[in-house]
């Protein structure tokens, strides 16, 4: 079982910048692969970016060059940095973590564990 708590979100004016954390809890942190979804208001969750637990790593081409994730194993955490923010990038943003190493890490399907989500606005 892990439990996951994200922190970190806010209102940001756009251009502005976010950090993520998510926190998990657990012995085996190191073996999971995580990944961040955002759900915008009256859209499906998508796949924002992951880290494997082999610290490779992948992004939604919306967030290419902007966003960048990153994991802390000692601390068990994760972060999604997020920068050059645009308004389009206003959802909850969730924390998940699978132990499966899948082609299909974009899908929230693959993903046992979330955490509760975090706010993240951006204003124009």
């Known amino acids: 079982q892990v439990q996951l708590v994200e922190s970190g979100g806010g209102l940001v004016q756009a251009g502005g910048s976010l950090r993520l954390s998510c926190t998990a809890s657990?012995?085996?942190?190191?073996?999971?692969?995580m990944g961040w979804f955002r759900q915008a208001p009256g859209k499906e969750r998508e796949f924002v970016a992951r880290?494997?637990?082999?610290?490779?790593?992948n992004y939604a081409d919306s967030v290419k060059g902007r966003f960048t994730i990153s994991r802390d194993n000692a601390k068990k955490t994760v972060y999604l940095q997020m920068n050059s923010l645009k308004p389009e990038d206003t959802g909850v943003y969730y924390c998940?973590?699978?132990?499966?190493?899948?082609?299909?890490?974009?899908?929230?399907?693959?993903?046992?564990?979330w955490g509760q989500g975090t706010q993240v606005t951006v204003s124009s």
């Open positions: 998940a973590a699978t132990r499966r190493v899948s082609i299909s890490y974009y899908q929230s399907g693959e993903y046992d564990y």
């Open positions: 657990g012995r085996t942190f190191s073996s999971y692969a």
């Open positions: 880290v494997s637990m082999y610290a490779s790593i």
